[in-house]
């Protein structure tokens, strides 16, 4: 036998069904992975595979394994990835920031003012960060408030969102590199991120692609109004 756990607890990679359990564990090790009882198929295949094969079908966009990491398992890094990802955001645009700046004098008080420099950075690759899942979030709540009622709702997409975005890490390599980086590279980044963020936002509230991408658009136009801000106030971003 195996520990109930509480009926929909987890969710079938396949058709979004609710199940009460993955697997059942007949003891000397041997295990039986549970069937669906609407698509009357293995209701996580996933749970047999290698996190590698897993990670490459995240990185290929399936939803089963979207399914798989966001109901079926207990990750909770989303804080610290966010975190990571605007810090490599924020030395990025720091560096662009002194890539532009001529200004070589060793002393104290430019050194003082360089550190600030990427702490601005990253206080606003945060609220871009913010506007841009505020806009997501409105936008979801305004087209489709039943899916959306409880805090618990809205606390699993935004740590699906959070997970989704961890293709910013491609950003390890530009801050290692420095300068090798080219802006067609970070757009191709912004665009796989987008796309991500498209699959979390359908795979968690079980949406056709419309709304998603409705929903990131209006995340993108909240985050560019933040940044055109950033820009009338005389600040580099």
């Not at 929909?8 to 039986?32: F, I, K, N, P, T």
């Not at 605007?86 to 060793?106: F, M, T």
């Not at 912004?190 to 498209?198: D, G, M, P, Q």
Request: proline fraction near 3%.
């Amino acid at each position: 036998s195996c520990a109930m756990e509480a009926p929909g607890a987890y969710r079938c990679v396949e058709c979004h069904g609710e199940a009460a359990e993955l697997y059942r564990d007949y003891q000397r090790g041997v295990l039986r992975i549970s069937i669906c009882k609407s698509c009357q198929k293995p209701v996580d295949k996933y749970i047999e595979y290698d996190p590698v094969i897993i990670l490459i079908n995240a990185i290929l966009c399936k939803a089963q394994a979207y399914r798989h990491i966001i109901f079926n398992t207990k990750i909770n890094i989303h804080g610290k990835l966010c975190i990571f990802c605007l810090l490599c955001e924020a030395y990025l645009r720091w560096l662009q920031l002194q890539d532009s700046s001529q200004n070589v004098d060793p002393d104290d008080l430019i050194r003082y003012a360089k550190e600030w420099d990427f702490y601005r950075m990253f206080g606003i690759a945060s609220l871009e960060q913010t506007s841009f899942l505020l806009g997501i979030f409105i936008t979801l709540w305004w087209m489709r408030p039943e899916m959306l009622k409880t805090k618990s709702d809205f606390i699993l997409l935004l740590k699906a969102l959070l997970l989704s975005s961890y293709g910013k890490l491609l950003l390890i390599p530009a801050v290692i590199w420095e300068h090798d980086y080219t802006p067609l590279c970070l757009a191709f980044i912004k665009v796989f991120v987008l796309i991500s963020n498209s699959q979390a936002i359908r795979v968690t509230l079980n949406l056709n692609r419309m709304l998603p991408w409705l929903a990131i658009f209006i995340g993108l136009i909240l985050e560019n109004g933040v940044v055109c801000l950033f820009q009338k106030m005389g600040w580099d971003v």
